[in-house]
């Protein structure tokens, strides 16, 4: 029986895919290309961009990098779509409290793509709603913002890139590292030469907060006939109601992967970026629930150890070293990358000869010190472990770049590419810390291989 129902859970969630892929689950499919949009959305035309999942992060921290940048790049809220009642009446008066904004409500993404008055959208819901939201916006004829992680699944992550091909939306991912000058330099730095080959990374990010993705007051507050259940499991299987799993979905899977998806995904990213490599060779990966034993399912507390490298070859490729801890804040957010000549800290900003190869230790081998100049990057705000972080610069940089795209039709620079790469690390991670085995990528099955 067991087996059964399982069997139709995973029907149903190709089934979903599919439809989700050819535009048929109630939603209007346009199919703009891209040279086609841009006849119809002039230089001097407003862009009417709606709100999918009125969430914290969108109050604190997407809201206010929007608006930083709307007056002088023509752009509107015009509508929210939320399935929870709550969320739609508090994006409501949120709006017209601190800008006059009246927003059009809706109570699912269904309702807001048939009225054909939004051009853009930003998604920032559930972790694993986000690639098939993405689909329906794209096929709908919408530019996208999307919140990370972009995918849980392959499936997922194949659907959206795909969607985004077809149709030439423009999708910035929600990689805001990808638009802040100090990693910016960083990448233009590494990528000179200057550094040397990569050869270590360690990445940390760590925190004290019993509170971590819990919400009890909400949870104890919200009631199943005020949202709409069945639309937030979306591909996912169909069970109970669950107050937790709909507002604490961090902690549970296949809901989100946790620390992969919220926190890692951002950093590896930063991996992809700086080296052109597109995914881990390998991924190893332990961890467990060693603080809050609160009914969570996700661990509090991860380490993962990636290889990467193009190919196999002796001598060419790097490992990382990446660690999450909920108990203990000590070392907070870390990203060290390292050469045989010094290291790039991208907390400090600063490059160093530290830890390079010094002439004493040279000589002993006949070879010649490598020691890297000191050299400071263009400062920016450090990297707060607060997801909501009002007036986060690196968020309003990333959102001026997806607004500029949208009228220009360039490719943003967390592209959807971006994000797919950083999809394949995480649910190798995932995958690893579920099975306890060594991870690796079919490149050309595009697959997950866990041996």
């Known amino acids: 029986m067991k087996e059964g129902i399982e069997h139709q859970q995973q029907n149903a969630r190709r089934d979903f895919i599919r439809k989700a892929a050819i535009g048929t689950l109630g939603f209007s499919v346009m199919g703009f290309s891209a040279k086609s949009y841009g006849r119809i959305l002039g230089a001097n035309d407003r862009v009417r961009v709606g709100i999918v999942g009125f969430s914290d992060r969108f109050r604190h921290s997407l809201y206010p990098a929007f608006m930083d940048h709307a007056k002088a790049m023509n752009f509107e809220f015009v509508g929210v779509s939320d399935i929870w009642n709550r969320r739609r009446d508090e994006a409501e008066a949120y709006a017209k409290e601190k800008h006059g904004i009246k927003l059009k409500k809706y109570r699912n993404n269904d309702e807001l793509y048939s009225k054909k008055d939004v051009d853009a959208v930003i998604i920032s819901t559930?972790?694993?709603?986000?690639?098939?939201?993405?689909?329906?916006?794209?096929?709908?004829?919408?530019?996208?913002?999307?919140?990370?992680?972009?995918?849980?699944?392959?499936?997922?992550?194949?659907?959206?890139?795909?969607?985004?091909?077809?149709?030439?939306?423009?999708?910035?991912?929600?990689?805001?590292?990808?638009?802040?000058?100090?990693?910016?330099a960083a990448n233009e730095y590494i990528k000179s030469g200057k550094f040397g080959d990569i050869k270590m990374v360690e990445m940390t990010w760590?925190?004290?907060?019993?509170?971590?993705?819990?919400?009890?007051?909400?949870?104890?507050?919200?009631?199943?006939?005020?949202?709409?259940?069945?639309?937030?499991?979306?591909?996912?299987?169909?069970?109970?109601?669950?107050?937790?799993?709909?507002?604490?979905?961090?902690?549970?899977?296949?809901?989100?992967?946790?620390?992969?998806?919220?926190?890692?995904?951002?950093?590896?990213?930063?991996?992809?970026?700086?080296?052109?490599?597109?995914?881990?060779?390998?991924?190893?990966?332990?961890?467990?629930?060693?603080?809050?034993?609160?009914?969570?399912?996700?661990?509090?507390?991860?380490?993962?150890?990636?290889?990467?490298?193009?190919?196999?070859?002796?001598?060419?490729?790097?490992?990382?070293?990446?660690?999450?801890?909920?108990?203990?804040?000590?070392?907070?957010?870390?990203?060290?990358?390292?050469?045989?000549?010094?290291?790039?800290?991208?907390?400090?900003?600063?490059?160093?000869?530290?830890?390079?190869?010094?002439?004493?230790?040279?000589?002993?081998?006949?070879?010649?010190?490598?020691?890297?100049?000191?050299?400071?990057?263009?400062?920016?705000?450090?990297?707060?472990?607060?997801?909501?972080?009002?007036?986060?610069?690196?968020?309003?940089?990333h959102m001026r770049n997806w607004m500029e795209c949208v009228r220009s039709r360039e490719t943003p620079h967390a592209s959807v590419k971006a994000g797919y790469n950083h999809s394949v690390a995480n649910i190798m991670t995932r995958t690893a810390l579920q099975t306890g085995k060594r991870v690796t990528f079919d490149k050309a099955k595009q697959e997950i291989i866990a041996s």
């Open 126 to 184: 559930a972790d694993f709603q986000h690639a098939l939201m993405g689909v329906e916006a794209v096929r709908n004829g919408k530019d996208v913002y999307l919140e990370k992680p972009m995918a849980e699944t392959m499936e997922d992550a194949r659907a959206i890139l795909k969607a985004v091909n077809e149709t030439g939306k423009i999708v910035q991912i929600g990689s805001q590292r990808r638009s802040a000058p100090n990693y910016i």
């Open 206 to 397: 760590n925190v004290n907060q019993p509170g971590r993705w819990r919400r009890p007051e909400l949870v104890s507050q919200i009631r199943k006939e005020d949202t709409d259940w069945d639309r937030f499991l979306m591909n996912r299987p169909k069970v109970a109601w669950d107050p937790r799993k709909y507002l604490e979905y961090r902690l549970f899977w296949p809901y989100s992967s946790g620390i992969p998806g919220q926190w890692m995904s951002h950093q590896i990213d930063t991996v992809h970026w700086f080296t052109d490599l597109e995914h881990p060779r390998s991924v190893s990966a332990n961890g467990g629930i060693y603080m809050w034993a609160d009914g969570r399912e996700n661990p509090d507390t991860m380490t993962a150890v990636f290889d990467y490298g193009p190919g196999s070859e002796p001598g060419k490729g790097f490992q990382v070293v990446y660690s999450s801890r909920f108990s203990n804040s000590a070392g907070g957010v870390k990203e060290l990358y390292y050469s045989n000549g010094g290291m790039l800290n991208l907390d400090t900003n600063m490059i160093t000869s530290e830890g390079g190869l010094t002439q004493n230790m040279a000589d002993q081998m006949g070879m010649q010190a490598n020691l890297l100049p000191d050299y400071t990057l263009p400062s920016d705000a450090k990297v707060s472990t607060d997801a909501n972080t009002g007036g986060d610069p690196m968020t309003s940089l």
